[in-house]
């Protein structure tokens, strides 16, 4: 992902302090791998209601809101896999009460062949599963939103996280084992 660990950090840093082009600069380094990043988690949705440029454009708008307080790369990724998981919750929300009335339709993550409304439910399935997990193992709900919502890998996380990789490996495992049972699905 975007650039050396260390150049993104020290922008990262200069960013938050307020240098007149830090920005850009991180905008440049990183675009790419946002775009990938909701390339990935819109695979399968039809590209009229949401396109990864929309979600790239919300998830900027929404960083530049926050307190940029992130430590280094690795964690500013994992705030971009959070921030996109509320984009693309709040667009399911969005779609469903507009084309459903809100009423939800539980199915599987990996059952794209039903469409959109199908695929938002899921999504909303999938933030309600992340929020009660979250409040059981809040590391393990970590892990799978880094992993779903960022695609980061397990050194990365493990970075964020201050962990070995066999805590990861260990949370990812019973992070699978817990939503794929709720869900109904083996998810990979």
Avoid at 35 to 49: F, I, K, N, V
Avoid at 69 to 95: E, K, M, Y
Avoid at 131 to 156: K, N
Wanted: charged share 25%; no cysteine; net charge negative.
């Amino acid at each position: 992902m975007g650039g050396g660990a260390s150049d993104l950090t020290v922008l990262l840093k200069a960013w938050r302090d307020g240098e007149a082009d830090a920005f850009d600069a991180v905008a440049r380094a990183v675009q790419g791998d946002f775009l990938r990043m909701a390339a990935s988690r819109l695979a399968g949705h039809d590209p009229s209601t949401l396109a990864k440029g929309d979600v790239v454009g919300e998830v900027w708008l929404r960083l530049m809101q926050s307190d940029k307080s992130w430590a280094n790369r690795a964690h500013f990724f994992a705030t971009a896999a959070l921030t996109i998981r509320g984009v693309l919750t709040d667009h399911a929300r969005a779609r469903l009460a507009d084309k459903r009335g809100g009423r939800r339709v539980r199915m599987t993550l990996t059952d794209s062949a039903f469409g959109e409304e199908s695929m938002a439910a899921d999504l909303l399935t999938l933030d309600k599963l992340l929020s009660q997990l979250h409040a059981l193992d809040a590391r393990a709900a970590a892990v799978i939103e880094m992993t779903y919502f960022a695609g980061l890998d397990r050194e990365h996380m493990a970075e964020v996280l201050e962990v070995s990789l066999a805590t990861v490996d260990r949370e990812l495992r019973f992070a699978r084992a817990w939503l794929g049972q709720r869900m109904g699905t083996e998810l990979p």
